[in-house]
């Protein structure tokens, strides 16, 4: 009788269909999801509803469309607003509105990090694989390895959150040069954005 209770289970198991990964993946899943909305947006973009929805909100849909842009789950959709409202604003005054929208964005994943993760990133420090890259190579080296590296991940298309972090655990950048590096990046990110938009 155990027996087959126990086969019963192994067969149940084995049958069980994986949906959606079995949620292994729930954030990479969400992410697709997020992809597939803004595709639609886009696509979609002359129907009443989402042209008037979209338009409509002005420059103040460009602020609030930076500040998405910031977020890995959210920046999909974010970009084809702007690519949609490309054609109905002054793109070099709503880039530089849409650059303050984003830095807002990103100084809340900084401030976060930084003060939140302040412990962990002390922890972080030292480690041996660390306290070996800090003494293999120069302080200056590693500061401007550090800031390429965090700026490429600040203008690309992936989630803001890599470069930020990078930016956040290193203590010696101030919030001040911070936030100049991150508007400047993302005005010219959000300008190209628009300079697709008006090309399609």
Not at 30 to 37: E, G, K, P, R
Not at 69 to 91: D, R, V
Not at 136 to 164: C, Q, R, T, W
Request: glycine share 6%; with cysteine.
């Amino acid at each position: 009788m155990i027996k087959n209770s126990i086969e019963h289970k192994a067969l149940k198991k084995i049958r069980r269909p994986h949906i959606l990964f079995d949620f292994k993946y729930p954030k990479f899943f969400i992410l697709i999801l997020t992809i597939v909305l803004a595709f639609i947006i886009f696509k979609e973009r002359n129907i009443p509803f989402i042209d008037s929805l979209v338009l409509h909100s002005g420059y103040f849909g460009t602020f609030v469309s930076g500040i998405f842009l910031s977020w890995g789950f959210t920046a999909a959709p974010a970009t084809a607003f702007l690519l949609i409202l490309a054609k109905s604003q002054n793109i070099l005054f709503a880039s530089l509105i849409g650059g303050l929208g984003a830095l807002i964005g990103d100084l809340v994943i900084f401030h976060f990090i930084r003060f939140s993760f302040k412990k962990e990133i002390a922890c972080f420090e030292r480690e041996k694989v660390i306290k070996w890259i800090r003494k293999k190579i120069p302080e200056k080296i590693k500061h401007y390895l550090l800031v390429i590296f965090a700026d490429i991940m600040l203008a690309s298309p992936l989630p803001d959150e890599i470069g930020v972090t990078i930016l956040a655990t290193y203590n010696k950048l101030s919030v001040k040069v911070f936030s100049i590096m991150t508007y400047v990046l993302h005005a010219i990110g959000i300008l190209i954005i628009f300079l697709i938009g008006r090309a399609i």
